[in-house]
């Protein structure tokens, strides 16, 4: 957590997230953990990543997905993505990168 | 509906009927087979909704949804200044429901006239045959945006109220805006306002004042001159990009004048009187083109729900109306969208406004989407480990584009006590100068079809 706010907040604020964790996806059972942060992608890569014209995350591993992300939000501002990988707190990454390997 | 009656009287046994939402469906679903969430508005963020409640509502069975709206397609306000300059047309931004309607949306056309919270009904004039009331287990609302008069107004003898030359709700009045463009001549100006924030997509109307002196130009008219009339302090988005394009691209063209209160508004005359100095002075603009695009307030549907600001404060895990009414909050009523006002706040605690915006609207319809079907399944209710974000990209000229981004997260800022608790905006920022360019001009075809796609597909 100490590492999210030097990432995201300046010195001179505090952030505090709260952190709530919802059981695994079941046929049945409450919306999978990440679902609804990976869709806030889908306006531009499409509904459940099946968009056309920007680059795809589909077929890519977890790893593969936040590493691109954390890279976008250190790097300086070439694009919206670079925007956009700063605006996610460490812990969302994971968690939509999670979730939007599991699309295919 | 012999149902419906039999629900509601069960849930007013139970004492439940303002907190349906707090009911799992395991017991709705002994008195009814699905339930029901009736949207009322089919833009960006009612369709959205409708789609992700059918996509996503498969954890819970499946949901019943009915989308409500005064027309058969949607006119994209996104792209919409690309009508005006002859780029796009106004079909290539029309957007049918055809596609909700094979996910098992129902589509009603028609108008929303009225809700009852205390009954779960809203009253539906449909566009053919008798009103009627639908009922609802869920409601949201994402009538976007209605107009504030002007202080003064006076019509011209052809017609028209003071919201006819807006052109803020893409359609009809697009065309007409187009066709006022392509009639100007050397030496005449077109006169705009830009409304008090918060209104509807915060970049729009600076990229209108560019698309027209983009327009102009390449007409190369001698004299015409687009003069901007802001009742704010500064440019509301893009303050660099926006700057460089008045002061630099389109300098010479571009007058603008910040701090422009509206006073009066004469369509007989094209002619619009502002103060700038809080009503000490007045200055008078007569216009060849008068593009008044006046104040805004929620859509007429939710006002009920709205407070003094003119539009609808809600929770911002859910979307759940934050008004009472007759002593009765109604969490399972919803507003998203244009028309609601959510608690917003940058990383030092300062307050601030979530743009109204159709991207915005998308995101904020899928955290709704999520919350009621976790409220109607019963997992939990809500998620807060929620974000939202709007991106958009900017035409300055015919070829170049600039963009915008803007990201929020649930939580709070402040030190304990002194906490602020809302939407966090944790990052803002536009597109660096080297980078407002073809390249995004291109993108931003990219970006609007996926918008399409992923709302109303």
């Known amino acids: 957590m100490l590492k999210i706010l030097r990432l995201l907040v300046p010195a001179s604020a505090t952030l505090f997230l709260s952190l709530v964790w919802h059981s695994n996806a079941s046929a049945g059972g409450p919306p999978p953990d990440g679902r609804l942060l990976g869709s806030q992608c889908f306006q531009c890569h499409g509904t459940n990543g099946k968009g056309s014209g920007f680059s795809t995350f589909l077929g890519k591993s977890s790893t593969e997905i936040y590493n691109t992300l954390y890279e976008m939000s250190q790097r300086p501002v070439e694009s919206i993505m670079d925007r956009h990988a700063r605006g996610y707190t460490d812990q969302q990454l994971h968690l939509l990168a999670d979730y939007l390997s599991t699309l295919n | 509906m012999t149902k419906m009656i039999m629900r509601r009287n069960f849930l007013k046994a139970a004492g439940a009927i303002a907190t349906l939402a707090a009911i799992p469906r395991a017991v709705q679903a002994a008195v009814t087979p699905l339930p029901r969430v009736v949207v009322v508005g089919g833009g960006f963020g009612g369709a959205t909704l409708a789609k992700y409640l059918r996509m996503w509502g498969a954890d819970i069975g499946g949901i019943n949804v009915t989308l409500i709206d005064t027309n058969p397609s949607h006119v994209s306000c996104v792209l919409s200044n690309l009508v005006v300059n002859g780029t796009k047309t106004l079909s290539s931004i029309t957007l049918g429901y055809t596609s909700l309607k094979n996910r098992g949306v129902t589509f009603v056309q028609g108008t929303a006239t009225s809700v009852n919270p205390a009954l779960n009904t809203v009253r539906v004039q449909p566009a053919t045959g008798a009103a009627y009331d639908q009922p609802y287990d869920h409601l949201v609302m994402s009538p976007g945006i209605d107009f504030l008069r002007p202080p003064v107004f006076t019509a011209s003898s052809t017609g028209g109220d003071f919201d006819s030359v807006h052109a803020w709700r893409a359609g009809p009045q697009t065309t007409w805006l187009k066709n006022q463009l392509a009639a100007m001549k050397n030496n005449q100006t077109f006169v705009m306002t830009v409304p ?192 939202t974000n709007s991106a958009c990209y900017s035409p300055i000229t015919k070829s170049v584009a600039s963009w915008l981004s803007t990201s929020f997260v649930y939580g709070s800022v402040g030190t304990a006590p002194n906490l602020a608790t809302g939407m966090i905006r944790t990052d803002l920022g536009e597109a660096p100068l080297e980078r407002i360019s073809s390249d995004g001009f291109q993108e931003m075809f990219i970006w609007a079809n996926n918008l399409f796609a992923d709302s109303f597909t």
């Not at chain 2, 893009?238 to 910040?258: D, L, M, R, W």
């Not at chain 2, 508004?265 to 103060?275: C, E, F, R």
């Not at chain 2, 709205?306 to 109604?330: H, M, N, R, T």
């Open chain 2, 196 to 387: 008090k924030s918060p209104y509807r997509c915060p970049p729009g109307p600076y990229e209108r004042a560019c698309i027209v002196a983009d327009y102009l130009k390449s007409k190369k008219y001698t004299g015409a001159k687009v003069i901007v009339l802001d009742a704010n302090a500064s440019i509301q988005a893009e303050p660099e990009g926006f700057g460089y394009a008045f002061n630099t691209v389109h300098k010479g063209i571009i007058q603008y004048v910040p701090n422009a209160k509206v006073d009066s508004v004469n369509l007989a005359t094209k002619s619009i009187t502002v103060t700038t100095d809080g009503g000490a002075t007045f200055k008078s603009y007569t216009a060849n083109v008068l593009n008044y695009i006046p104040n805004q307030k929620a859509g007429s549907i939710a006002a009920p729900f709205a407070d003094a600001s003119g539009f609808v404060p809600v929770e911002p895990l859910s979307y759940s109306v934050k008004q009472a009414i007759d002593g009765v909050v109604y969490s399972n009523v919803h507003v998203i969208g244009d028309a609601c006002k959510l608690p917003g706040y940058d990383l030092s605690g300062k307050p601030v406004t979530v743009p109204k915006s159709a991207h915005m609207a998308n995101s904020e319809a899928k955290v709704c989407a999520d919350a009621i079907i976790r409220s109607l399944g019963g997992f939990g209710y809500p998620d807060d480990n929620i974000a």
